[in-house]
C-alpha cells in the first residue's frame, strides 16, 4: 500500500467539519425528530465540466464531487459516493455488502473489472439452504433473515483495492465525506420510510437494527427525521485510520462474525427460528477482490464492456445485443423493436441460468455466449409471436447446433435492492460501480455498535436444482461467489468513452440496462430520456413485468394483441415503491471535458446527478 501522509487526513477531515466523535451518547446514537429540508436540490440531470457524478442520493453525490473539487480521481469519488451511500441508503449499501466495479482508465485506454463480490464461509455447502427435517429448500425468508444468507463482505476490500491501484488520493481521505454526513446525519424522506416499512419485520427482529433505525416502539422513523449514525461514523474513522485490515484481519471482522454466528435476536418477532451462520475470522481474513478482464462486445459500431463472472450481466447484456444485431430496430415500428428486446432478454436469460456462476467452481463458456455466430442461432428462434417459457438454454459449445426445444429452469429469487453510481472526472476517468447488500435491509442483522447492516448475499445461490437431474452452476459451496444479475457497464465510441450506466434491481438490472442501451443506441433517446422510459422485463418466464407506464403505451397493447406477450403490473405491498423497476444512473461525455450526468427523476423519489462546473 502507498504511503500518504497524515496531512490528507487532516485536511479532508477539517474540510467536511471534523472525524468521527470519541464519544456518543446512546440518544445521540438514535435520531431526533427536526422537521426540515436537506440544503440544497436534487436533480436528476447535470451537464458541464471538471467531472461528474450520479447517484440515488444527493449527499452521496455531493460527497464525490467535493472529492472530485479537491484533486481525486474517478476512483477516488466513487468510493466516497459509495461510502457516503452506505450512510444515507443504508438499506442496500454499505460496509457489510458487496460489489463490481468497471474502471475505464483515460490515459491508458483501458477497463478494468474488480470483482468484489461476497463469498460462502467455509462452512458452506451445496445443501446449506436445505431443511434438513423435510429434505425441501428452506422458504426464502426463513434463509434470508438468518446468518446463513450472510456472505463474507467485499466492499471495504473493494474501496481499498481499487484506490491503492488506481486512485489518486488515499483511502483514509476518500472516506471523509461518509464520516461527515454519519455524524451530521441526514433527513428521513419518503423513499427511506417506504424502505423502512417495506423492511419492518427485520428491522424488529434484531435488537441492533431496531434501536439504529426505528423508533422507540418500533415504528418507521418518520418523513422529516435527522437520522444519526455516529457509531458507523466510528466504524469508518477506524478503517481510515488502520486501513481494510481492520475488518478483514481486525476488531470489526471479529465483531461481524461474532454477529453472523449469534445473532442478536428480538424473541417472539419472528414466525420461525432465526438461523446462526458459520462465517468466521479465517473466512474473513482469506477474503480477496479478484481483477478480472470485461466482457465486450460490439453493437451499432460501439464498444459495449461489462461485468463477467461472478457476475451474470455483462454475459446476458451482452448476448441479448448480439440477438438484437440481427435486426435493424431502428428501422421497425417500436413495438416490433420492443418485441425482438423482450425476445432477446428471455433467449438471453434461458443461457444465463444454465451456464453462469463463480468461474472458479463451473466452466463458464463466456467465449460462446459472447460470440455472434451462437447469437444468430438463438435469434433463428425468433417468429412473429412470443416464445413460450421456460425456453430452453442452447449450446454455446462450437460447432454451433441449430435451435432447440424448451426445458427446466430454476426460480428468481434475486434481490432487487442495489445501488448503481456513475463518476467521471476530468482526466476522462470513468467508474461504473453496482454494489449492494441483496434484499432490502440484507439480513436484517445491524452489527452491535457498528453503524451498518449484514448481507444476505448467499440466498443468490439456488437453494436446490429445478429438478434433480438438471445441472446447477449456482449452487453454494465453500469460498463461492453466488451468481449476480450486477451489471455496471461502459460504452466507447472509437476507441474513447461515449457514456456509461448501470442499475440495481436484481435479475432485473440486466433487462433495466438492456432497455436503456436500446432507448439510446437504437431509439436515438438520450440518455436521461433513456434512463426514465418506462420499462418492461422479460426474464424467460411466462409472464413479463411491466411497470405502469409501460403497460399504458400504445406499444404494450400491440404486444399483447399482435405478438402475443402477457405482462404482469410491477407492484407490491409499499407503493410507490414497489411499482419501479431499476433505479438508474449514467453518465454521457459530450466532448471538449464536458459531461451529462444523469440518473431517475421520478423512480424512488429521484436521484442526483451533479457536476463540479455547470453549464449557463
Known amino acids: ?160 483495492d481499487a484506490v491503492r491501484a488506481y486512485g489518486s488520493k488515499s483511502f483514509a481521505s476518500d472516506l471523509q465525506p461518509a464520516i461527515g454526513v454519519a455524524e451530521r446525519g441526514f433527513v428521513v424522506d419518503q423513499n427511506f420510510n417506504q424502505q423502512e416499512q417495506v423492511a419492518l419485520g427485520d428491522l424488529r427482529t434484531f435488537s441492533s437494527s431496531r434501536q439504529l433505525f426505528l423508533t422507540p416502539d418500533g415504528q418507521p422513523l418518520p418523513v422529516g427525521t435527522r437520522l444519526r449514525n455516529p457509531d458507523l461514523a466510528r466504524t469508518y474513522a477506524a478503517l481510515a485510520a488502520r486501513g481494510a485490515g ?116 463451473v466452466n463458464v463458456p463466456q467465449s460462446g455466449l459472447l460470440d455472434p455466430a451462437y447469437a444468430a442461432t438463438r435469434a433463428c428462434l425468433l417468429g412473429s409471436t412470443a416464445l413460450t417459457s421456460p425456453v430452453a438454454p442452447g449450446n454455446p459449445h462450437p460447432p454451433y447446433a441449430g435451435c432447440p426445444s424448451t426445458g427446466a429452469t430454476t426460480p428468481d429469487t434475486e434481490g432487487r435492492e442495489t445501488n448503481h453510481l456513475v463518476v467521471a472526472d476530468k482526466w476522462g476517468n470513468v467508474v461504473s460501480y453496482t454494489n449492494t447488500i441483496e434484499q432490502l435491509a440484507g439480513s436484517g442483522i445491524t452489527v452491535p455498535g457498528r453503524g451498518f447492516l449484514l448481507n444476505n448475499e448467499m440466498t443468490d445461490f439456488d437453494f436446490a436444482p429445478a429438478t434433480p437431474t438438471t445441472y446447477d452452476p449456482n449452487l453454494p459451496a465453500a469460498g463461492k461467489r453466488p451468481r449476480s444479475s450486477m451489471s455496471p457497464t461502459i460504452v466507447l465510441k472509437n476507441g474513447r468513452f461515449d457514456f456509461a450506466v448501470g442499475s440495481p434491481g436484481g435479475a432485473t438490472i440486466i433487462t433495466t440496462v438492456l432497455q436503456i442501451l436500446v432507448d439510446h443506441i437504437d431509439f436515438g433517446l438520450s440518455l436521461p430520456a433513456a434512463i426514465a422510459a418506462p420499462r418492461a422485463s422479460q426474464r424467460n418466464s411466462a409472464l413479463t413485468d411491466a411497470e405502469p407506464p409501460f403497460l399504458a403505451t400504445p406499444e404494450a397493447s400491440v404486444l399483447t394483441s399482435q405478438y402475443g406477450e402477457q405482462f404482469r403490473t410491477q407492484t407490491g405491498p409499499v407503493l410507490p415503491l414497489n411499482s419501479w423497476i431499476g433505479n438508474a444512473t449514467g453518465i454521457q461525455a459530450l466532448g471538449d471535458g464536458r459531461y451529462q450526468a444523469a440518473a431517475e427523476p421520478v423512480r424512488r423519489g429521484g436521484g442526483s446527478a451533479l457536476v463540479v462546473r455547470p453549464s449557463h
Open 246 to 361: 481492520y475488518l478483514y484481519n481486525g476488531p470489526l471482522g471479529r465483531d461481524i462474525a461474532r454477529t453472523v454466528q449469534h445473532p442478536p435476536v428480538v424473541p417472539g418477532v419472528a414466525s420461525f427460528p432465526i438461523r446462526p451462520g458459520s462465517m468466521t475470522t479465517s473466512d474473513l481474513a482469506a477474503y480477496r477482490v479478484i481483477p478480472r478482464s470485461p466482457t465486450h462486445v460490439s453493437y451499432r459500431g460501439l464498444d459495449v464492456y461489462g461485468m463477467p463472472p461472478s457476475s451474470s450481466g455483462g454475459i446476458t447484456v451482452g448476448e441479448a445485443l448480439n440477438i438484437l444485431s440481427r435486426f435493424h430496430l431502428s428501422a421497425e415500428n417500436r413495438a416490433t423493436a420492443l418485441f425482438h428486446y423482450l425476445e432477446a432478454s428471455r433467449l438471453a436469460f434461458a443461457d444465463r441460468n444454465a451456464y453462469i456462476g463463480d468461474p472458479a467452481y
Open 1 to 160: 500500500m502507498r504511503v500518504r501522509p497524515v496531512l490528507s487526513v487532516v485536511v479532508a477531515a477539517v474540510l467536511w467539519g471534523g472525524t468521527a466523535a470519541a464519544t456518543a451518547t446512546a440518544e445521540d446514537r438514535r435520531h431526533h425528530h427536526h422537521p426540515t429540508s436537506s440544503p440544497g436540490t436534487k436533480q436528476a440531470v447535470a451537464t458541464g465540466s471538471g467531472g461528474a457524478v450520479a447517484s440515488a442520493d444527493l449527499d452521496a453525490s455531493r460527497a464525490g464531487i467535493e472529492v472530485l473539487r479537491h484533486g481525486g480521481n474517478a476512483v477516488d469519488a466513487a468510493v466516497a459516493t459509495a461510502s457516503t451511500l452506505g450512510v444515507t441508503e443504508p438499506f442496500v449499501a454499505g460496509p457489510g455488502g458487496g460489489g463490481y466495479m468497471v474502471v475505464y482508465l483515460a490515459r491508458q485506454h483501458r477497463i478494468v473489472a474488480l470483482d468484489g463480490r461476497e463469498t460462502c464461509p467455509a462452512g458452506c455447502t451445496s445443501t446449506m439452504f436445505v431443511d434438513p427435517a423435510t429434505g425441501k429448500p428452506l422458504p426464502f425468508e426463513e434463509a434470508r433473515r438468518s446468518g446463513l444468507s450472510v456472505g463474507v463482505p467485499g466492499m471495504v476490500r473493494t474501496w481499498s
